[in-house]
């Protein structure tokens, strides 16, 4: 009938507001503050203390510290291990990913919960692990000590502990990846005569390239700065097994503030470059 209003009329998308929008500008702005002030007290904070008191004594003494030999040493097996450690954790997290997410097969769950595994465990535990496994009075003790082949406290224990607690980083990242984007595609390239190699190049690797450089990043990161594990296996000798950490920790022990801050400014550096690649690929990644 003309000129009656129709008693339900559908409403356009943009008048309607989800309820998590609809709360007041006092409690979003409370929320906002709450969050930034958390965010400061344990994050920023501590990092204007460290560049702070790195720079407390001047600019010789920091500069002083970062190229004592010890520190350079320490740099340099930082550097290293996580030059050897990354790579295999990438290959392994790709190879894990794959079964895990292209596969049926028993005991993936059990897989699955062996490579989340370093994620609940102690990092001291798993330096001990490889203590018990590698050390003088453990299983494979006596015979590395007969063949003089030293695995704890040198550094083929620091890359082993490194592995251990870096291991997941890649896999995570790629098996939620690869399990939403499912198998259609590496189906219709075989169909098609694709190989294995060329499935995974053409196919499988241009869609989680870049979820593969973002746990790439996360690896190398924990890999610079683990402690724990790699303190249990390292045997604290200067200049030889200690990484960056552990350094740090050392000078702190001696009461060399300045020092030590000034070597962890260095870790610091290290992980603020991480973060920006992070940032970097996550906006490159949304484009």
Known sequence: MAGTVPLYAPQSRKSVSSPATQESAVVKW??????????????????IVVLTESLKKGVDVYLAALTDPDARSALRLTLLVALITVPLNTIFGIAAAWAVTKFRFRGKGFLITLIDLPFAVSPV??????????????WFGPWLSAHDIKIVFAIPGIILATLFVTFPFVARELIPL??????????????????????FLRVTLPNIKWGLLYGII?????????????????????????????????????????ASFAVASLLL???????????????KNAH
């Open 178 to 199: 690869m399990e939403d984007q499912g198998t259609q595609e590496e189906e219709a390239a075989i169909t098609l005569g694709a190989k294995g190699w060329q499935i």
């Open 125 to 138: 535990i798993g330096g001990l692990i490889f203590i018990l496994v590698f050390g003088a009075h453990g």
């Open 218 to 258: 996360l690896c190398n990161a924990r890999a610079m700065g683990e402690f724990g594990a790699v303190s249990v296996v390292s045997g604290h000798i200067r200049g030889e097994t200690n990484t960056l950490p552990l350094h740090v920790e050392i000078l702190y022990n001696e009461y060399q503030f300045s």
């Open 269 to 283: 550096l290290l992980a603020l470059v991480t973060m920006i690649l992070k940032s970097w690929l996550s906006r």
């Open 30 to 47: 409370l929320l906002i503050a709450a969050a930034g002030l958390v965010l400061f007290w344990l994050i920023v904070l501590p990092l």
